[in-house]
């Protein structure tokens, strides 16, 4: 949740093998990560799935999740973005 990039987030993250899912918040505001930290986050800990949260309740604390997505990408992680709307959700098979 409400969190940002640091070295100690990173250093706890690595310790985790085979992470199949990783949430992160996006808006960048009030002490949380923005898209870049995020997705330089995805990229330290490549998992198999990144959903990132902290978008699209309130005006004026707000990012665009399609620009997380792009920076992923353009790192080439093998991580699956997934974009959930406001109240969604997903299934995720532990095995994919």
């Known amino acids: 949740g409400d969190t940002i990039y640091t070295p100690e987030i ?9 992470l199949d899912l990783l949430i992160v918040p996006i808006n960048g505001n009030y002490g949380v990560m923005n898209a870049l930290d995020a997705a330089l986050l995805t990229r330290a800990l490549v998992p198999r799935h990144v ?3 902290h978008f699209g ?4 604390n707000t990012n665009d999740p399609y620009k997380f997505v792009s920076y992923v990408r ?3 992680v093998p991580t699956r973005p997934l974009v959930l709307s406001v109240g969604g959700g997903c299934l995720i098979d532990g095995g994919a």
């Open 51 to 53: 959903i990132p949260c």
């Open 10 to 18: 990173l250093q706890a993250g690595k310790s985790l093998r085979d």
């Open 74 to 76: 353009g790192y080439n």
């Open 57 to 60: 309740m309130f005006p004026n």
